[in-house]
């Protein structure tokens, strides 16, 4: 029976680091928003793809602190760029009020990658500076934003521009390097060169990524106050949302009106309480009625006259005046008396 340091050791390793970068380059090429279901389905799968791998590396002890990227072999190289691409799939994570989240999250992969690779010297780049704990609105935080530094702002500019221009070179070379290194046909010293371009565009992405990151944060952080006051009250808490009116200004609506008939002076809720006590009052009033003798109801029913009886008591003179009107009509046909413009 194989042990487990052989079947780490076997092609499972390498299949889970393919198999989440093909899943990443899906997602950032795919149509469909990143909220889909089938998006966030491959992203949820890389990342446990990830993780397995992540595990598999802590159990077999493929890398050392004291050592160079030159000691490393270069079939390992690649493995060193796991936290960063742990960081952008999570980046592409959607959730529910979990945006903050998933940001620190990401930043702590990225900043783990950025600190593994600065060990190991793949690359000379400075660390990003950590984002401040400070409240938003503290004086502290405040003047940091409000002064800042022409020279420190020019040189940000000009590190900006070298590593965009560093960042195309990588990707020239690399798109030169990856078809003999993927059909198995490069030599080690070019599969070694292709892996650590790998790892250095990772360091460019990773500082360009924690950038965009501690800014977002930064607005999350500013909003998050008022987000979780109002979601932490509950609908009966709340308070009721008044009438209003919908005019251009108050005078408009103090001279013309509101342009309606009336407007609401209760809730859905109170008229339907109000509602529902009245026909409590009226429910109760029939039972007095059904319960009282039905003498009385028959009395009132003798005392209202019957149509026939209204009738017969009509005026004489009103039915004299009808009789000579339909006598006139018989003999003055419509129109009879406006014939002047006739010709």
């Known amino acids: 029976?194989?042990?487990f340091r052989e079947e780490v050791?076997?092609?499972?390793?390498?299949?889970l680091l393919e198999t989440s970068i093909q899943l990443l380059e899906e997602v950032e090429s795919a149509t469909q928003p990143a909220s889909s279901k089938l998006i966030q389905d491959k992203v949820t799968r890389a990342l446990e793809l990830l993780e397995k791998a992540s595990n598999m590396l802590s159990q077999l002890d493929l890398f050392s602190r004291n050592e160079d990227w030159e000691e490393i072999a270069s079939a390992d190289l690649r493995y060193l760029?796991?936290?960063?691409?742990k960081g952008m799939l999570t980046l592409k994570l959607v959730g529910a009020g979990q945006r903050l989240y998933h940001l620190q999250e990401a930043r702590d992969h990225f900043m783990n990658f950025l600190i593994q690779s600065q060990n190991y010297h793949v690359a000379e780049f400075q660390l990003p500076c950590v984002q401040s704990s400070s409240p938003v609105g503290s004086p502290a935080a405040a003047s940091s934003s409000l002064e800042p530094s022409l020279v420190a702002m020019a040189s940000q500019r000009q590190?900006?521009?070298e590593r965009y221009k560093q960042k195309k070179a990588v990707e020239q070379r690399l798109s030169a390097l990856k078809p003999a290194v993927e059909s198995h046909q490069a030599d080690d010293e070019h599969?070694?060169?292709?892996?650590l371009l790998q790892l250095r565009r990772w360091i460019n992405i990773s500082l360009?990524?924690?950038?965009?990151?501690?800014?977002e944060i930064e607005i999350l952080r500013e909003r998050h106050p008022s987000a979780e006051a109002s979601a932490s009250l509950s609908p009966q808490e709340r308070p009721p949302i008044k009438p209003f009116i919908l005019t251009r200004s108050v005078a408009q609506a103090q001279v013309f009106g509101a342009g309606y008939p009336s407007l609401a002076t209760m809730t859905v809720n109170d008229w339907y309480e109000q509602h529902k006590k009245c026909e409590v009052l009226s429910s109760g009033q029939e039972t007095e009625k059904e319960a009282s003798p039905p003498e009385a109801h028959r009395g009132s029913q003798k005392e209202e006259p019957e149509p026939e009886q209204k009738e017969g008591e009509e005026d004489e003179d009103t039915l004299?005046?009808?009789?000579?009107?339909d006598d006139w009509k018989d003999t003055h046909p419509r129109g009879y008396g406006n014939?002047?413009?006739?010709?």
């Open 208 to 215: 360009d990524e924690i950038e965009s990151i501690n800014q």
């Open 1 to 3: 029976m194989a042990t």
């Open 320 to 325: 004299h005046r009808r009789q000579q009107w």
């Open 81 to 85: 760029m796991l936290p960063a691409l």
């Open 339 to 343: 014939r002047q413009n006739m010709g």
């Open 191 to 195: 599969v070694r060169e292709y892996y």
């Open 9 to 15: 050791q076997g092609p499972r390793l390498p299949e």
């Open 159 to 161: 590190v900006k521009i």
